[in-house]
């Protein structure tokens, strides 16, 4: 079993930045990728960004590109995202999740095996 916790998230102004961490625990832990996922109110989950554990090989969704930045820990079994230049519209609830049995369909959430809790991330305007 793999426990994920996340951390980080709060409330920012727009243009600001945050860094929200995802510590794994429990089993061996060795996925195939990490990914970030986020949830706004009354809106489907939806892909933003994941990192291939292996390699580093990272992906983002285009609204996201070249704001936020993925990265991995792997002695500490952590992924990280770094916020920048935040806007109203990434107001959501953020999930980190393990892929560990192969895939490359990152966006998809129902490939992820485990999920953290979910932390707020609020960006005021």
């Known amino acids: 079993q793999v426990q994920l916790v996340e951390s980080g998230g709060g409330l920012v102004q727009a243009g600001g930045s945050l860094r929200l961490s995802c510590a794994a625990s429990g089993r061996t832990f060795s996925p195939y990728a990490m990914g970030w996922f986020r949830q706004a109110p009354g809106k489907e989950r939806e892909f933003v960004t994941a990192?291939?554990?292996?390699?580093?090989?990272?992906f983002y969704t285009d609204s996201v590109k070249g704001r936020f930045t993925i990265s991995r820990d792997n002695a500490k079994n952590t992924v990280y995202l770094q916020m920048n230049s935040l806007k109203p519209e990434d107001t959501a609830v953020y999930y980190c999740?393990?892929?560990?049995?192969?895939?490359?369909?990152?966006?998809?959430?129902?490939?992820?095996?485990?999920w953290g809790q979910g932390t707020q991330v609020t960006v005021s305007s």
């Open positions: 999740a393990a892929e560990l049995s192969g895939t490359t369909y990152y966006t998809r959430s129902t490939e992820y095996e485990y």
């Open positions: 990192i291939r554990w292996s390699g580093g090989y990272t």
